[in-house]
């Protein structure tokens, strides 16, 4: 596994395990950025029929990983890291 892999992986968990009701509470827009760069970053272009209006959330999330068609997933890891650590940063 790459560094970069590593890396990221370790990010992931950062957000995974972040608690709830800690210091920093995230914007729907910074959630939404974060799981397009997640899904890019781990899956690649999207994929799959964009789901329906009466889908709000599910079609906010594909609206989102959509947006970052083309980049290539070791972009995705890397932007996915700055956020994270742009965060830790502000957050301390």
Not at 14 to 41: I, W
Not at 43 to 68: E, Q
Request: aromatic residues 8%.
């Amino acid at each position: 596994m790459s560094e970069l892999q590593d890396r990221f992986k370790a990010a992931v968990e950062k957000v995974r395990t972040a608690p709830a009701d800690g210091p920093f509470k995230p914007s729907n827009d910074l959630k939404l950025k974060m799981y397009g760069l997640f899904r890019q970053a781990s899956d690649g272009d999207v994929s799959g029929k964009r789901p329906g209006m009466l889908d709000m959330i599910n079609r906010m999330k594909y609206d989102a990983w959509a947006k970052l068609k083309g980049l290539s997933k070791e972009d995705a890891m890397k932007q996915y890291i700055t956020e994270v650590e742009s965060v830790e940063k502000k957050v301390g």
